[in-house]
């Protein structure tokens, strides 16, 4: 029994060593189901985690072979490192790939329509100007902060309870009407100028500091957070320019501590 279980041990060892492994030099074709592609010019090493089910397989778009990713549950890195900032495409396929990470990868396109189980997005510290979420509708958490965005819709993606888009510019306002099962939404160190939350009846946390909010709109803003019975409820509103002069007590007679 002991000699069995050392011996399990030893391949899930080599297992984990193994799971970001070289393949077949790249070419043109498809690489896989569910075909995730971006445009990056990085240059030196960067890194894509994943989780699902499965195998994934990613094309780093510069003629090298292909890394072969064994998935687990948990997040798997797979990292590889560019000699020039010469624009390329990755691509990343695997049929039940349900998380991905970008996160600073220089991106300044990604198209994730192909893959309509992705519950968790983080592709944050980029160069995107847009992004289709349209099909991703099992997308439970979004982190898109710092990046180049001008709009966000998330109309289709009913099931986000996480939203992270800080240090967004371009940003005046989103529409998440559609949002309802939304719990922790973070906007700080932007732009936003206004934001309604009527529809927002399972939030709990809202990160807004050092947006445009004036006075008029912050107070709007605290008018329209849910009075449910929820406890611990918060909202951050520093550093804009109504912070001084809103009336908090609009949100602490529905239950919400401001922080201000």
């Known amino acids: 029994m002991k000699k069995t279980f050392l011996l399990s041990v030893s391949i899930l060892a080599f297992g984990l060593l193994t799971s970001c492994g070289?393949?077949?030099?790249?070419d043109a074709g498809p690489i896989g189901p569910n075909q995730m592609t971006m445009t990056s010019t990085a240059n030196g090493e960067v890194g894509i985690t994943l989780s699902g089910k499965g195998d994934a397989v990613i094309d780093w778009g510069d003629g090298s072979p292909r890394d072969t990713v064994a998935l687990k549950s948990m997040s798997n890195k797979c990292t590889h490192t560019f000699d020039n900032e010469t624009e390329r495409t990755i691509r990343v396929a695997g049929e039940t790939v349900t998380s991905l990470s970008l996160e600073k990868v220089n991106m300044s396109t990604l198209d994730v329509s192909q893959n309509?189980?992705?519950k968790v997005l983080n592709c944050g510290k980029n160069d995107l100007t847009t992004i289709d979420l349209s099909a991703n509708t099992e997308l439970t958490d979004l982190y898109c902060g710092a990046n180049q965005l001008t709009a966000l819709d998330l109309s289709?993606?009913?099931?986000?309870?996480?939203?992270?888009?800080?240090?967004?510019?371009?940003?005046?306002?989103?529409?998440?009407?559609a949002n309802t099962a939304l719990e922790s939404i973070s906007f700080q160190w932007g732009n936003l100028q206004s934001l309604d939350l009527s529809a927002n009846t399972a939030l709990k946390v809202l990160m807004c500091d050092e947006n445009d909010f004036?006075?008029?709109?912050?107070?709007a803003l605290l008018k329209s957070l849910h009075g449910d019975a929820i406890e611990g409820k918060k909202i951050h509103i520093a550093k804009n320019p109504g912070t001084n002069d809103c009336d908090p007590s609009i949100a602490t007679d529905k239950g919400w501590i401001v922080n201000k």
């Open 214 to 219: 004036s006075t008029d709109a912050l107070n």
């Open 22 to 26: 070289g393949g077949k030099a790249a």
């Open 116 to 118: 309509p189980l992705l």
């Open 156 to 177: 289709k993606n009913t099931a986000l309870k996480m939203l992270s888009c800080g240090q967004i510019k371009n940003l005046k306002t989103v529409d998440l009407s």
